[in-house]
């Protein structure tokens, strides 16, 4: 194995790193539960309202705005 080959292996082990990152990285996660049982559902630790979330965390951060105050800028 060349220099050139770990260079490849060791880039995509980190995309896959950062990915991963990414995936589990918004702030809202420290205010909603994933739903174990529906991928596309997070509740709300605060209230225990359900909210989908198949389009990403924007309608959770929405929530936290509107209902609790949270993240204003």
């Known amino acids: ?4 080959d770990n260079t490849i292996i060791f880039g995509c082990q980190f ?3 950062m990915s991963w990152l990414k995936k589990n990285s918004s702030m809202v996660w ?3 539960k994933k739903d ?3 991928q596309n559902e997070a509740q709300c630790l605060i ?3 359900t909210y989908k979330r198949s389009n990403g965390t924007s309608n ?3 929530h936290l705005k ?8």
Not at 66 to 73: E, N, T
């Open 47 to 49: 209230c225990k309202s």
């Open 15 to 17: 995309l896959i790193i």
């Open 36 to 38: 174990t049982n529906n």
């Open 60 to 62: 959770l951060m929405e």
């Open 1 to 4: 194995m060349t220099a050139a």
């Open 30 to 32: 420290k205010y909603f």
């Open 66 to 73: 509107r209902k609790h105050g949270h993240f204003r800028p």
